[in-house]
């Protein structure tokens, strides 16, 4: 059975660094072709993806955040991290990580969500 | 920056079939995923590459794409699919999401 949990605070201030881990299982991020991405939805609006990690370390970047937002993985753990410093209000949303097999192009499994509030 | 279009809404009657469709450019070239979303749940792919159901997902499900338009197709419409729907697809090493289409089961 695949599950994924998002994990991490669940209100920050302005300025201040979001730090979002998702524990997963069932599936390894050891296994070729498996990739996990992080997705984000602020209130009554559209799914907007982040950032994607495979296997093999290889990562892809929303261009409108990849300069500032990082994901990284911890195979032994089975965790994706996601960080994005310089929180501010407009980046309040339900937070998203689903997995992905890269020949599949879709994402097949996705955790609950965690909203994280941005606001002093 | 690649842009899918998707209608805002689609009302559809009780058991009548219906139709949410995703458009860009030669979408037709690339495979089309559709998610359903119901309020306060996390996403489901209910259809992947074009026309591929997931295991678990009602045969009422299906999906097409060709030229510029991809389309989701829901047979005999339920109360139970009432729910946000967003295509997406692979640009440029970019995962990119419709903007979403609210499904009104009338």
């Known amino acids: 059975q695949i599950t994924l949990k998002e994990s991490g605070p669940t209100l920050v201030k302005p300025t201040q660094t979001l730090t979002l881990t998702c524990t997963f299982s069932?599936?390894?991020?050891?296994?070729?072709?498996?990739?996990v991405g992080w997705i984000r939805q602020p209130p009554g609006k559209a799914l907007e993806w982040l950032a994607l990690?495979?296997?093999?370390?290889?990562?892809h970047y929303s261009p409108s955040l990849m300069n500032r937002i990082t994901i990284t993985k911890d195979t032994s753990k089975n965790q994706v991290v996601l960080t994005v410093p310089n929180m501010d209000p407009v980046d309040t949303a339900a937070y998203y990580c689903?997995?992905?097999?890269?020949?599949?192009?879709?994402?097949?499994?996705w955790g609950q969500g965690i909203l994280v509030t941005v606001s002093s | 920056s690649y842009d899918l279009t998707q209608p805002l809404s689609v009302s559809v009657a009780l058991g009548q079939t219906a139709r949410i469709t995703c458009g860009e450019s030669n979408i037709g070239s690339r495979n089309v995923h559709w998610y359903q979303q119901k309020p306060g749940q996390a996403p489901v792919l209910v259809i992947s590459?074009?026309?591929n159901r997931p295991s678990g997902i009602p045969d009422r499900f299906s999906g097409s794409n060709s030229g510029s338009t991809a389309t989701l197709t829901i047979s005999s419409a339920q109360a139970g699919d009432e729910a946000d729907y967003y295509c997406?697809?692979?640009?440029?090493?970019?995962?990119?999401f419709g903007g979403g289409t609210k499904l009104t089961v009338l």
């Open positions: 590459r074009d026309n």
């Open positions: 069932g599936f390894s991020l050891n296994t070729r072709g498996v990739g």
């Open positions: 689903a997995r992905t097999p890269r020949s599949y192009g879709a994402f097949d499994f």
């Open positions: 997406q697809v692979w640009d440029s090493n970019t995962v990119v």
């Open positions: 990690i495979y296997w093999d370390d290889y990562k």
